[in-house]
């Protein structure tokens, strides 16, 4: 499967915490995408990282991307309770317009 | 800007039946369209890419006669499941891109439809 993985599976932290999850994926890449999905609801995408980029910044949020190791890491800062979601990473593969989605991280921020 | 809309957002019905789901860019033209299923607490499967005026391209192990993907139009995209069986019952979400350039862009995501198969 080219499924990329995602590690921790499931990650419940108080609120103000620091949140890390970490992505794996498979082949060259154009880009690396990270989307949060509330349950039954569609995607909204956060931050996209290109493959000759390093590190990215948005508000809260802080990307990592290492191409050598094929990873990948999201930080969300000082959670917050509505950070509550599943969050996906997806790699965009060198030659096809389509994403391929990691297995996501479900993320519960306790008040 | 850049909304996708997705109609209906659930739908019940019985074994048998033809669904026909909806999905619009509402303000931007969709050159190219996602279709994606995920299953309880799992990630998404994508079923299909589908560009406009153009045969949809599946993803190995889909069918393509049961998923019927038509994309006649820049801001509309339709997956219609044929003679829907309980094990087709699934979270079904459509993506879009705009037009060019198509690499480094991200896909703008519907809010899904829930399909429940008696």
């Known amino acids: 499967s080219q499924q990329g993985e995602e590690d921790p599976q499931a990650l419940s932290i108080q609120e103000g915490e620091n949140a890390t999850m970490n992505c794996s994926y498979k082949?060259?890449?154009?880009?690396l995408q990270w989307y949060r999905q509330n349950s039954g609801r569609g995607l909204v995408h956060l931050i996209l990282i290109r493959s000759n980029e390093r590190e990215k910044h948005s508000g809260r949020l802080r990307v990592t991307l290492d191409t050598s190791k094929k990873s990948s890491s999201l930080l969300i800062t000082a959670s917050r309770a509505a950070d509550t979601a599943s969050y996906f990473c997806?790699?965009?593969?060198?030659?096809?317009?389509?994403?391929?989605f990691g297995q996501g991280t479900r993320l519960t921020i306790n008040p | 800007g850049a909304v996708v809309s997705q109609h209906p957002s659930w739908v019940i019905c019985k074994s048998g039946t033809s669904v026909k789901i909806e999905c619009r860019s509402l303000?931007?033209?969709?050159?190219?369209m996602f279709w994606y299923r995920q299953f309880p607490k799992q990630s998404l499967m994508l079923m299909a890419t589908?560009?406009?005026?153009?045969?949809?391209?599946?993803e190995q192990g889909v069918e393509k006669d049961k998923f019927l993907i038509n994309h006649a139009s820049l801001t509309l995209s339709t997956l219609t499941v044929t003679s829907a069986h309980p094990e087709d019952s699934s979270f079904y979400i459509c993506?879009?891109?705009?037009?060019?350039?198509?690499?480094?862009?991200?896909?703008?995501f519907g809010d899904g439809t829930r399909l429940s198969i008696l």
């Open positions: 589908s560009n406009e005026g153009s045969k949809a391209t599946y």
């Open positions: 993506s879009a891109i705009g037009q060019a350039p198509k690499i480094n862009q991200p896909q703008h």
């Open positions: 082949t060259s890449i154009n880009n």
């Open positions: 997806a790699s965009s593969i060198q030659g096809a317009q389509k994403l391929v």
């Open positions: 303000d931007f033209q969709a050159t190219t």
